[in-house]
């Protein structure tokens, strides 16, 4: 077998969300996010299962920490919980929330670990959603530019690489088109519009950044999800169909901040729906990312809708009527506890898409991981043919990409640590270090031995 070497200085790093692990919902001077209340609305999440305690790293980072550092990982993203610094989404600031980052970032720093932060990670301030309609009000934007202005004041000496939204595909599409996440709004209309207002408030904060925080020498990208799509035939219909669904999926916000506009195919099928940039919007979203940000998981066939009109959708498609795609699964692939099929070489396939669409950019894989309910047997988990299998087939694939010439810098998992998987609850388990959600022991999966000593030899 040939040793898979990774570029020297090849970034590694663990993921994780305020909200999926933090807890301490209402401690110290917190505010109540729109995923607090969320979830105590009935049958809306798994097992009605909620973020009150999570794995409780509010109490507990020094000790994740000390296991990142055991682990060797290099990077830690995490994400900033906009109701713990500022309660009411705007105003005062609370000081006990400012000092937990604050405490978290210098911990990871003493541990040579770089804090990578994310801004916005869903759990948005009550106080603005009821008061404000959240991200269907232009003003959120404003409101954004001054939380993101707080967190580079107080946290940007020491935090140099910063990621303002986490996902805002998954904000529009199921926080305002399906309704399976908060805020729970179903429309064909408003994803369209909470999308547009998400891109003008990234790219406000990243002006803020680059003009009043130029001194403090950091990167600021945006984080976008997007599944690999591959054409079902390759008739010309569905090499099409394949090709429209992934502008509806990562086009929708990759043109604009590398291009200034949404796309054209985007542009003609949604008419009216799809908000137009103002010139001034178009010029400050433009060019408003240090690096391409990718959260990737899996990958489905695509077919033009009227040749495969039986297709049976699962998910993760978007407006699938907006698109005229239809959206497959091959019945031998592998699945997770989330339904989402292991397909390496899909990995490898949207890494080429991206670098031959926006001009080679500097990427970061900022999450890519596997659910499945581990079990602990004596002791262990093993999991090293369902989650470790997983890793080490699509680091082969960025690997494949990175050998073909694409600019891949460094690579997240998703995550560190069992957490609260959303919708799904506590049941998919995505973590190298597995939680016991009764005494919130972590032990190491088999998968985070592994990554330890890929991460020591930077090779596969
Ligand atoms: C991401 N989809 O969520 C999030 O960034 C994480 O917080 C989450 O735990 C992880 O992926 C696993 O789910 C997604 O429907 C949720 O395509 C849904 C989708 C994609 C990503």
């Not at 898979?4 to 970034?11: A, D, M, S």
Request: aromatic share 14%; net charge negative; proline share 4%.
């Amino acid at each position: 077998m040939t040793m898979k070497k990774f570029p020297e200085g090849f970034i590694w790093g663990s993921a994780t969300s305020s909200y999926q692990i933090e807890g301490a919902h209402d401690l110290d001077g917190k505010g109540p996010s729109i995923w607090d209340v969320f979830c105590t609305v009935p049958n809306r999440i798994k097992n009605g299962d909620n973020g009150n305690i999570g794995i409780d790293h509010y109490h507990k980072f020094k000790e994740d920490v000390a296991l990142m550092k055991s682990q060797g990982f290099k990077a830690y993203r995490f994400s900033i919980a906009w109701p713990r610094v500022m309660p009411e989404g705007k105003g005062k600031v609370n000081e006990k929330g400012i000092a937990f980052y604050s405490d978290l970032i210098d911990e990871l720093l003493a541990n040579d670990i770089q804090p990578w932060v994310t801004l916005y990670h869903w759990d948005l301030p009550l106080a603005l959603q009821m008061e404000e309609d959240g991200w269907l009000n232009p003003k959120i934007s404003e409101y954004f530019k001054d939380y993101a202005d707080l967190c580079f004041d107080r946290f940007g000496d020491r935090v140099k690489n910063w990621i303002t939204l986490n996902e805002p595909w998954v904000v529009s599409i199921l926080g305002y088109g399906q309704g399976a996440f908060a805020p729970g709004r179903k429309s064909n209309t408003e994803p369209y519009l909470a999308a547009h207002h998400l891109l003008v408030s990234h790219a406000k904060a990243v002006d803020l950044y680059r003009t009043k925080y130029a001194h403090q020498n950091g990167a600021i990208g945006i984080t976008n999800n997007c599944d690999w799509r591959e054409p079902l035939t390759d008739k010309k219909e569905d090499v099409e169909a394949a090709e429209r669904a992934l502008q509806f999926f990562l086009g929708w916000f990759a043109d604009p901040v590398y291009f200034g506009d949404y796309p054209a195919v985007m542009k003609e099928r949604l008419g009216e729906r799809l908000p137009e940039f103002t010139a001034e919007e178009s010029r400050l979203v433009k060019g408003s990312s240090d690096f391409f940000g990718l959260n990737h998981y899996t990958t489905m066939y695509a077919a033009d809708e009227a040749e495969n009109p039986q297709a049976n959708i699962k998910g993760n498609g978007g407006i699938s009527e907006d698109q005229g795609v239809s959206l497959t699964q091959d019945p031998d692939w592998t699945l997770t506890a989330m339904d989402w099929a292991v397909v390496p070489w899909g990995c490898r396939n949207l890494l080429q898409w991206i670098a031959n669409r926006y001009n080679d950019p500097s990427i970061y894989i900022t999450e890519n991981g596997f659910a499945c309910d581990d079990e602990m047997v004596n002791g262990q988990v093993d999991d090293s043919n369902t989650r470790l299998a997983y890793y080490k087939g699509y680091l082969e694939g960025c690997h494949e990409a990175i050998s073909n010439g694409v600019n891949l810098k460094g690579y997240f998992a998703w995550s560190m640590f069992d957490n609260f998987e959303w919708a799904h609850g506590y049941g998919s388990r995505f973590g190298l270090n597995y939680v016991d959600y009764k005494t919130l022991v972590r032990t190491p999966k088999a998968s985070a031995l592994w990554f330890a000593d890929l991460i020591k030899k930077n090779q596969l």
